[in-house]
């Protein structure tokens, strides 16, 4: 006689009686993968086509004047370690600074490509971190439909400088998946380590993922484990913030500390971050009420604990800390409407979401018609979202884009007449003189 040993929690009901239903995940190993495949070539592609009329616009010309000069007269300390908006982003300006040299300015979209690249390296840890937690390959597919085509984090495909947000979350999520094991210290914690200093390196986003991370092996009472991932990039991060970093940005003249007292405005920022982030998953306005009860009603019979719903609760978790943390330093600015924010808030409570609804619908015989409805729902209003965001963002405006070409060409034909900041509302950074020297450099051609 064979025996068939099932992972814990898995949600897979077999029926030894002839003619009762086989409730099996649809898809093989192969298949699955194959089909989470599908999904990110065709986000691939529509990365592409959205970017075909899209230019750079504001932090990226901040970058491509301020620091990529900095680095070639030799003060690396201004390129790479003063903070950009709060953030230590020194790999991406290293990135912009190959790209420069390589391309100028006169190509856009191979600036793109870092973070449509990592944007499909999330896809697949989303699929790998479901798949792994026992849901229908339906499910998870769902899913990664939901990140693949999230318009409302339009933004993050769209310009260039996002690739600095994007790397932390690529970067975190395989983290999780590396130290997703049992046992003790092994090969892969010391990696997920590694893979942690270099998020420090791309991002602030990436404290909150040690939180996150940190949560996940604590609550399995993995302390070694924990220390040893969390430590070396929370160290990193201490000792540049102590020496150059900041929290003043987008306080209005307020001190340090006073951005501290502003507790309740920061309650505010967080819970309006995760309804624009529930609302991106549904692409349904005021949806987020309830996904949470369904969410609820879902896990509500399940421990925290449990290997389904561990990773899934500690990555919501990191959701809220990312808008917490994030709300320090711009709460001042309103509400979180920045879709590169949706975006990073979104992605962690998809996992939780997906589940949840899976396991309030478990009991109903048509979930398989609901799921693929919700897909289907999922991916046509997110490709009609990102066709209209290149219709309305400014990234694409091409009056702006003119704008700035024709004060490039006069520039470049030796013209003093102009002078000040040819784009001041997106692209305060972008003034003549730095465009002279953009084009003195040979670094803007056209």
């Known amino acids: 006689m064979h025996v068939i040993t099932l992972p814990r929690n898995c949600n897979i009901n077999l029926y030894a009686r002839r003619g009762q239903r086989v409730n099996i995940n649809a898809f093989t190993r192969r298949q699955f993968y194959g089909s989470v495949g599908v999904v990110a070539l065709i986000s691939f592609v529509l990365s592409l086509w959205i970017n075909r009329t899209t230019w750079f616009l504001g932090d990226d010309f901040a970058i491509l004047t301020n620091r990529y000069f900095a680095a070639a007269d030799g003060n690396w300390t201004q390129a790479l370690l003063l903070p950009h908006n709060d953030h230590l982003v020194a ?35 989303v699929a790998i971190i479901l798949k792994k937690r026992c849901t229908s390959t339906l499910t998870a597919l769902s899913a990664v439909c939901c990140v693949a085509f999230m318009s409302a984090g339009y933004e993050v495909l769209m310009m260039a400088t996002n690739m600095a947000h994007v790397a932390p979350i690529f970067l975190g999520l395989y983290q999780l998946i590396l130290v997703d094991h049992d046992g003790d210290i092994s090969k892969r914690d010391i990696a997920a380590s590694m893979l942690g200093v270099i998020a420090v390196l791309c991002a ?30 929370a160290a990193l991060w201490l000792i ?41 998953i549904s692409h349904v306005g005021g949806s987020s009420t309830l996904l949470i009860i369904l969410c609820f009603l879902g896990l509500y019979k399940q421990s925290i604990k449990s290997q389904a719903i561990l990773m899934p609760f500690c990555m919501a978790v990191g959701s809220v800390m990312f808008y917490f943390i994030t709300g320090f ?14 975006y990073l808030g979104a992605i962690f409570i998809i996992p939780l ?80 003189d730095w465009i002279k020297r953009l084009v003195d450099n040979d670094m803007w051609n056209g």
């Open 329 to 342: 330093s711009r709460v001042t600015f309103g509400a979180p409407v920045s879709s590169r924010y949706v």
């Open 204 to 233: 602030g986003t990436s404290i909150p993922l040690i939180v996150m991370i940190t949560l996940f092996l604590v609550l399995q009472r993995q302390f070694k484990r924990a220390m040893l991932v969390a430590v070396p990039p």
């Open 240 to 280: 540049w913030f102590l020496k150059y970093g900041t929290l003043n940005h987008g306080v209005k003249g307020d001190t340090q500390f006073s951005t501290f007292n502003k507790t309740e405005q920061i309650a505010q920022y967080v819970i309006k971050g995760m309804q624009g982030s529930l609302e991106a």
């Open 353 to 432: 979401v997906f589940i949840g609804v899976e396991s309030l619908l478990e009991q109903v015989a048509s979930r398989h018609i609901f799921t693929i409805v919700a897909t289907t729902w999922i991916s046509a209003m997110g490709i009609i979202g990102f066709l209209a965001a290149t219709e309305t963002s400014p990234y694409s405006d091409k009056a702006r884009i003119d704008t700035i070409l024709e004060a490039r060409d006069l520039v470049a034909s030796g013209s003093t007449q102009i002078s000040g900041t040819p784009s001041p509302i997106f692209d305060p950074n972008l003034t003549v």
């Open 91 to 125: 790999l991406p300006v290293l990135v912009f600074i190959g790209l420069g040299k390589m391309f100028g300015l006169d190509n856009h979209l191979v600036y793109m490509l870092p973070a449509n690249f990592m944007h499909i390296a999330i896809l697949f840890a």
